[in-house]
T-cell receptor
Framework: GQQLNQSPQSMFIQEGEDVSMNCTSSSIFNTWLWYKQDPGEGPVLLIALYKAGELTSNGRLTAQFGITRKDSFLNISASIPSDVGIYFCAGQQSTNAGKSTFGDGTTLTVKP | NAGVTQTPKFQVLKTGQSMTLQCAQDMNHNSMYWYRQDPGMGLRLIYYSASEGTTDKGEVPNGYNVSRLNKREFSLRLESAAPSQTSVYFC????????????FGPGTRLTVL
């Protein structure tokens, strides 16, 4: 099946630092999504991207839909302890009945 | 609104035992999903129900069955549990299959000994 390669697998950073993570695929996606999973909870949608080159922000989070439509990037600025969790990218293709393909996740730890 | 609820939160089974994981949503969503999450891996789709009365296999359906009991409820059954089914199971729902956002429940942590 399709695969999304997400990197890095984990990050350990100091509070206040900026964070970057990315997601790549060999397949083209029409929509890119970024979810966050808090410890012990289910994922929650952070940002949705709908067209190539799109740059969208949600507070301290900024995500980009890659020009090739095969990748996406998420940046978190000035990290805080509550940013801890697992960040998942997901892609959707219109030809796949709307089903989302999820990356393996990036686990973020923020040291106060 | 409770959103998506799942029961139980935790379960330990012995190999060969059966059980049903329950999921309900109160958002009047048409589509519902079951995923499993294994350490270091993303969410893998087990089964989904595009609308009431329909169910379809996802990426990893073997060893599972589902029932879309009504618009609100979508259950996942393990007929004969195996250690390979030790995982965290998430139920999710969306307005339609084509909807961008899926809403997830809190998960059921299942251990099969």
């Amino acid at each position: 099946g399709q695969q999304l390669n997400q990197s890095p697998q984990s990050m350990f950073i100091q509070e206040g630092e900026d964070v970057s993570m990315n997601c790549t695929s060999s397949s083209i996606f029409n929509t890119w999504l970024w979810y966050k999973q808090d410890p012990g909870e289910g994922p929650v949608l952070l940002i949705a991207l709908y067209k190539a080159g799109e740059l969208t922000s949600n507070g301290r989070l900024t995500a980009q839909f890659g020009i090739t439509r095969k990748d996406s990037f998420l940046n978190i600025s000035a990290s805080i302890p509550s940013d801890v969790g697992i960040y998942f990218c997901a892609g959707q293709q219109s030809t796949n009945a709307g089903k989302s393909t999820f990356g393996d996740g990036t686990t973020l730890t923020v040291k106060p | 609104n409770a959103g998506v609820t799942q029961t139980p939160k935790f379960q330990v089974l012995k190999t060969g035992q059966s059980m049903t994981l329950q999921c309900a949503q109160d958002m009047n969503h048409n589509s519902m999903y079951w995923y499993r999450q294994d350490p270091g891996m993303g969410l893998r789709l087990i089964y989904y129900s595009a609308s009431e009365g329909t169910t379809d296999k996802g990426e990893v359906p073997n060893g599972y069955n589902v029932s879309r009991l009504n618009k609100r409820e979508f259950s996942l059954r393990l007929e004969s549990a195996a250690p390979s089914q030790t995982s965290v199971y998430f139920c999710a729902s969306s307005v339609y299959m084509s909807s961008i956002e899926q809403f997830f429940g809190p998960g059921t942590r299942l251990t099969v000994l």
